[in-house]
């Protein structure tokens, strides 16, 4: 099987990882070979010593790619969760990896604040945190993302059915008869793939 | 069929990518996946802005090792060849990688220094680079490698050979018949892998 990479990308909190090794699982299930990347794996196994400033954060994203073009042009399905704030350089990914489907975790700030499970938007309010996305660093959301969940109102069940679909649809992944998906939600994906310039 | 690491290990001008190249192309016409991380193109890739301290070495050829472990276990004959110095950081390569053939390229420094296609050497003694193995900086041989080929005495097929059958013997590519394959080199290969514990 050919291989592809599944670039999530999104706020802290916002689900990257949590969706990613549930889709890793499905993934597995249908007999893949299946790789995480996971944001803090990397960034202990590639690129310690980087911090959060533009230019680290691009050298971050550039080495993570550069790792995900080398398992995908050997027939991993791979999966990556960084924030990867910048449109530019996820954009640059695309280019290294090639067979690139950005799904992109939306979840509105408040959410995220609410939620906030490890304190650390409240650290960064307090000013705690230096460069912290969503409150003293930008996030650019994707423009043309193959697959836009939304983790603040959306059941993660559906959020990995989307994501198959969409993988489904593009080919990479062969097609599954399953009750539960509806002809509704294939016409939306089919018909997004369509605005994206695939079909 | 499973993967596997080839750690091509040895000094600036040893031969260890070009040995590497070959070993590239006999696989590949076997067949197999392979993917070569070239020292250059990993410090350009993974390790932009590490120096050659012993701090910088080990992490860059940590990062090697993740990217070969991710690669390995993929199924990808993963060929690397980096100086690679230091043998404590070798050793938690292997433990790392887990199928690990380490390849010594050895050649005496005179050979070294009277070939000097890049002229390396000549500004290393003129102390116009600073740490460069084997003249301003250590370089500690393998004790037990896998493989040892001496690129300054025996020719390129010579050493692609001992690579091969060494591989054969290891069970981790299958065996070929091929005419020039003297019993006496197997002998000699399975006597070294013997000697290792393997057989």
Chains 1, 2 share one sequence.
């Not at 291989?3 to 499905?26: C, I, N, P, Q």
Request: aromatic residues 8%; glycine residues 10%; contains cysteine.
């Amino acid at each position: 099987m050919k291989g592809f990479t599944l670039w999530f990308t999104g706020m802290s909190g916002a689900g990257k990882s949590t969706l990613g090794r549930e889709v890793e699982d499905a993934l597995l299930e249908r007999g893949m070979n299946v790789e995480v990347l996971d944001g803090d794996e990397v960034r202990e196994n590639l690129s310690k010593g980087l911090g959060f400033s533009k230019e680290d954060r691009d050298t971050n994203v550039r080495r993570i790619a550069w790792v995900c073009s080398l398992l995908t042009r050997n027939g991993v399905a791979t999966i990556t969760a960084a924030i990867s704030p910048y449109r530019e350089a996820r954009a640059k990914a695309r280019e290294t990896i090639g067979r690139f489907v950005e799904v992109y975790c939306k979840c509105d700030l408040d959410t995220l604040e609410a939620r906030d499970p490890k304190g650390l938007y409240k650290k960064a309010r307090a000013g705690e945190i230096e460069h912290f996305t969503g409150v003293s660093d930008p996030y650019e959301p994707p423009e043309k993302p193959e697959v836009e969940v939304d983790t603040g109102s959306e059941s993660i069940e559906d959020s990995v059915r989307k994501v198959l679909l969409t993988l489904e649809a593009l080919g990479y992944i062969p097609k599954v008869e399953e009750a539960g998906y509806s002809s509704d939600e294939e016409k939306q994906i089919a018909k997004r793939l369509e605005d994206l310039g695939y079909i």
